[in-house]
């Protein structure tokens, strides 16, 4: 806490975020103290908290419902249909905030058309449900309904009517396309708005008398205590002279679609728990919190980061304050510290000096890692940056951070312990308001941007502020794309250049065409007076470490211009800075320290395709018969020559064959993009070959290779001989067996038994078994390692020549990738015994004609295992592409997505349920040709180990006329305007028989 009183002094004040028994709320306490000290009154709070954040961890917000348009009862809990660890048997969703949904009967198009009105007769009494239940918070989320709000603003009525506290509507809370995002984000704000407002008035009724309170904003801006917002406070990056806002983020496990601050969090924090798993050191992502806190708090907690730098000599207790033990008085224990750092050493044979390094070493890289996610793998040179460095244990790390990254140079601010609660001090009060556009560029935009201009300003005005500035900004992206690139508003000419500056250095690319305006921005800020205050240095002893030659020295601050080498320690109020050897820090005028490297380091210079032709739009032919039939055969072209772009020669294969590509332009573009990322890769793998030696990069890779080879041998050691022969729709077998030899810890799959060559499409090249029992035994390993080749260094694989899963040129294998993988996956599962069969399929549906062209795959159940049930509506095994908004593809495509829900009693029964799939509804509106390729129409899903079978999908057009019109498994058809193409999807097996023993599952 930074306290500043009238005559411009400023008081640091530091607790523990969580003292049990001493006091309720860190912030007020702090107040309280400050008070106490300097006596006077109360001018102004300003503060951030973690009251939002922490209600989503622990799920503690309001009882809250969603309203949303009929068929879509289950889209925000599909999601993306995307699952967060691909590696995960148990797949496990985030927990839905909201308790019930209300399906509203009403229906508008992208364009405006009026599909079906809103039926008022019918939404009140179930909304008067709600109340009588006793649910006081409602989220509001129709189709299209940021575009076309009237529907919404007329249920909101009905509800506040009916007398619900909290009304959040989603073209008030973030009026942009997407349905899921912004029903996300308006959910959040229903969720969280009621426990801001318990919060804020709690810390009036702390705080006593009337002075302003503002809270920071997750868009770094300040609100007046009144005008703070669930979907605005979820947090409190990489800076170019503005500081950048992401457009959609996710925190607990919850999307949002609100600016906020671009802040990429890491789990290698001071309080980050240090351990030794056997095997090897891991720093995070387990906190130790600050209750009970790292060991040398005192209140018997873990090994962290902390304790490895106070043990080192990095930290002087002296210069902490003594708020910790259980009475909350004492100093730093570096005893504790040592205790559990020698259990560690003792546990994997290392001098304790050498295992407190490692885990440094660890973390360092973590939260390098963490800077190039946000940097480098966006197109940025990290390199020529400034490294700014605050928070209390930020100055420990920092050199050796910058030294990962290439930086030759760090801030350090005079108050860099505390700098959030600075800049609260400094920051503007703040609002944000934007809207969808979705036009090209050259469209005049001006209406739209004046009524974004006028309620922004309002905004700021209702609480009494009238000097207030205005940002105006727009994010556009190419037609077709979902990438968007934020940029302030220019002139024409200028926003277009600097677009396709910034797409190819993103992306690798950029396609002569006119950007499309996607999204306008303005942001309204009320600039605070400055504030200041002179830094306050001081200086310490570092005490005994573990081996007193590392120890580094320790000298009084530097003065201004005064220059200090490392390696030495700097003792600043709130902060501890380690100048690492190589590195120099000096004073400057405004009391910042500039660490530069005194040596400088050597730099380096960096330097899917939806339709690849063949007999149908997408590429994915359900009924092709040779290779020939899928699309343009690519036999080892070379794509660059002495670094140029063989484009003329790539056109002209795309335009090859008997079925060229459709739209070269856009392969092309791909292929410069997987290019610049293949560049990239390269250059960094380089760059680290150059920094620590060739030797040492292969050293490492041999670890890596070795760790995973005895993970799946302790795997292995631990499972039977096992088989699982598994038919498909078209009648081909795909068997495995599974021996296990324990003594050498090793095993043979062999597939003697599958299907020969098939004269379809499901054939599956070699390389789609090899990848499926790599992902098995890396999926069977309850470890997060990497998957690597090493995986499969104990497992023979036998795969009989001629057969299905090796077949013979011109073999049709379109389907062999995308369905054959998934019944090998499921049979490699099936015969450990481990998983019961998941949906079996990636149902993909394509549609086109000559304007368009569209593929997608839809997810199902997942199979359940020996201690969880299978989950409902999730991608499974290798696959986990995500869905196009429905919002987005109506507008981009002449069809309208009717429903899309979760098919529930599809899994299959057992002890552990197997997951549900879904229904997907899909009417059209011009003439198309359209496609289903998948499996598990004619055969269920299995059950194992006594476990029922799931129920197998199906899929139908339905015609204008009401005719229903059945396919297979694979099949098309040529659909008018009015015609439905409907998708229900399988659910995953069952495992164990009912009722065979105590359910532990959770779903």
Not at 224 to 235: H, I, M, N, P, Q
Not at 835 to 851: C, E, K, V
Request: include cysteine.
């Amino acid at each position: 806490m930074v306290a500043r009183a009238a005559d411009g002094r400023e008081r640091v004040v530091k607790l523990l975020s969580e003292a049990p028994g001493h006091y309720a709320d860190a912030a007020t306490e702090g107040v309280r103290r400050v008070l106490d000290a300097e006596g006077g009154a109360l001018g102004e709070v300003r503060m951030g908290t973690t009251v939002a954040t922490n209600a989503l961890l622990e799920r503690k917000g309001e009882r809250c419902a969603l309203a949303i348009t009929a068929g879509f009862a289950d889209a925000l809990r599909i999601g993306t249909q995307a699952r967060p660890d691909i590696f995960a048997r148990h797949i496990v969703l985030p927990e839905q905030l909201y308790e019930t949904v209300v399906e509203i009967d009403e229906r508008v198009g992208a364009d405006g058309e009026l599909v079906r009105p809103l039926d008022e007769a019918a939404a009140r009494p179930a909304l008067t449900d709600l109340r009588a239940d006793g649910v006081d918070a409602l989220a509001i989320v129709l189709m299209h309904g940021w575009r076309f709000p009237e529907h919404e603003a007329r249920v909101a009525a009905i509800a506040r009517e009916l007398g619900f506290a909290q009304v959040s509507v989603s073209h008030e809370v973030a009026p942009l396309i997407k349905l899921v995002p912004r029903g996300d984000t308006t959910v959040v704000d229903a969720y969280l708005s009621p426990v801001l407002r318990r919060y804020v008035e709690q810390v009036r009724v702390g705080l006593g008398g009337d002075a302003p309170l503002h809270f920071m904003q997750s868009n770094g801006g300040l609100a007046e205590a009144s005008a703070f917002r669930g979907k605005d406070a979820v947090l409190s990056s990489h800076y170019a002279g503005a500081y950048e806002l992401a457009e959609e983020s996710a925190v607990a496990g919850v999307r949002l679609r609100a600016p906020m601050m671009q802040i990429h969090t890491v789990a290698a924090g001071g309080g980050s728990v240090c351990r030794f798993d056997g095997m090897r050191f891991r720093v995070g992502p387990e906190s130790a919190g600050a209750d009970p806190g790292p060991a040398c708090y005192g209140r018997g907690g873990p090994l962290t980061v902390t304790d490895c730098n106070l043990a080192l000599g990095r930290i002087d207790p002296e210069s902490f304050p003594k708020v910790f033990g259980p009475r909350g008085d004492a100093p730093l224990d570096r005893s504790a510290a040592l205790a559990r750092l020698e259990a560690v050493a003792a546990a994997c044979g290392k001098p304790e000096r050498e295992v407190a390094e490692g885990f440094l070493a660890i973390a360092t890289d973590n939260m390098a890692n963490a800077i190039r996610k946000i940097s480098i793998q966006r197109g940025h040179d990290v390199t020529r940056y400034t490294l700014a460095c605050f928070g209390g244990a930020g100055g420990q790390h920092a050199c050796a951070v910058a030294d990962a990254l290439g930086i030759e140079r760090i801030l350090v601010h005079p108050l860099a312990g505390v700098l959030s609660a600075h800049g609260i001090g400094l920051a503007p009060v703040k609002a944000i308001r934007e809207r969808s556009w979705l036009r090209p560029a050259s469209e005049d935009f001006s209406e739209p941007l004046g009524e974004l201009e006028r309620a922004a300003r309002g905004v700021l005005a209702a609480q009494g502020l009238r000097d207030v500035t205005l940002d105006r900004r727009a994010r556009l992206r190419l037609a077709g794309s979902d990438s968007t690139i934020e940029l302030p508003l220019e002139p024409l000419a200028t926003l277009a250049e600097r677009f396709a500056e910034l797409h190819r250095r993103r992306f690798g690319y950029v396609a002569d065409e006119e950007p499309v305006l996607d999204t306008l921005i303005v942001e309204a800020a009320s600039t605070s007076p400055e504030r200041g205050g002179g830094p306050s240095t001081r200086s310490g002893d570092g005490g005994r470490v573990l081996a007193e030659r590392q120890n580094p020295s320790t000298a009084p601050p530097p003065r201004s211009g005064e220059v200090l080498i490392g390696p030495t320690l700097i003792f600043e109020p709130t902060s501890t800075i380690v100048v690492e050897p190589g590195w120099r820090a000096v004073r400057a005028d405004d009391g910042t320290l500039v660490l530069t490297r005194a040596a400088p380091l050597r730099r380096a210079r960096a330097i899917g395709n939806a339709d690849i032709g063949g007999i149908a739009p997408g590429s994915m032919p359900p009924d092709s018969r040779t290779i020939h039939d899928e699309g343009v055969l690519i036999d080892d072209a070379l794509l660059v020559d002495e670094g140029r772009f063989r484009e003329p020669e790539i056109r002209a294969l795309l335009a090859s064959g008997a079925h060229p590509a459709r739209n070269p332009d856009r392969n092309l573009a791909d292929l410069r993009a997987q290019l610049a990322a293949c560049t990239r890769g390269a250059e960094m793998l380089a760059q680290t070959a150059r920094e620590v030696g060739p030797e040492v990069v292969e050293a490492y890779m041999r670890h890596v290779l070795a760790n995973a080879e005895e993970s799946v041998r302790r795997l292995l050691g631990r499972l039977d001989d096992g088989e699982f022969a598994y038919e498909m729709d078209n009648g081909a077998q795909v068997a495995v067996s599974i021996t296990i030899d324990k003594a050498a810890r090793s095993a043979v799959f062999d597939f003697a038994g599958t299907s020969p060559q098939l004269a379809d499409n499901f054939n599956a090249p070699r390389a789609i078994v090899r990848a499926a029992a790599l992902y098995v035994v890396r999926t069977l390993i309850d470890d997060a390692i990497p998957m690597n080749d090493g995986c499969l260094r104990p497992v023979e694989l036998r795969v009989p020549d001629g057969s299905m899963l090796s077949p013979e040129f011109p073999a049709a294998v379109v389907a062999g990738n995308v369905e054959t993988s998934q019944a090998v996956t499921d049979a490699l599962f099936a015969a450990t015994g481990r998983l019961a069969p998941s949906q079996g399929t990636m149902n993909n549906f394509t549609f086109g004609n000559a304007r368009h062209q569209y593929y997608e795959t839809i997810c199902g159940g997942s199979g359940a295992g020996p201690d969880h049930d299978g989950t409902s509506a999730v991608q499974t095994h290798m696959t986990n592409s995500r869905l196009t908004d429905p919002e987005i593809l109506e507008t981009r495509l002449p069809v309208r997505v009717e429903a899309f829900a979760i098919r529930h009693g599809s899994g299959g029964a057992g002890l552990h349920r197997g997951g549900d799939g879904v229904v997907r509804k899909v009417r059209f509106l011009e003439p198309m040709q359209a496609q289903i390729l998948a499996n598990r129409r004619r055969l269920p899903p299995r059950g194992i180990c006594g476990g029922g079978d799931a129920v197998p999908g199906c899929n139908w057009v339905e015609r204008a006329d009401g005719t229903r019109v059945e396919l297979a498994a694979t099949g098309c058809a040529l659909v008018e305007p009015g015609d439905a193409f409907v998708i229900e999807t399988p659910g995953g097996g069952g495992w164990g028989k009912a009722g065979a023993w105590p359910s532990t599952s959770s779903g």
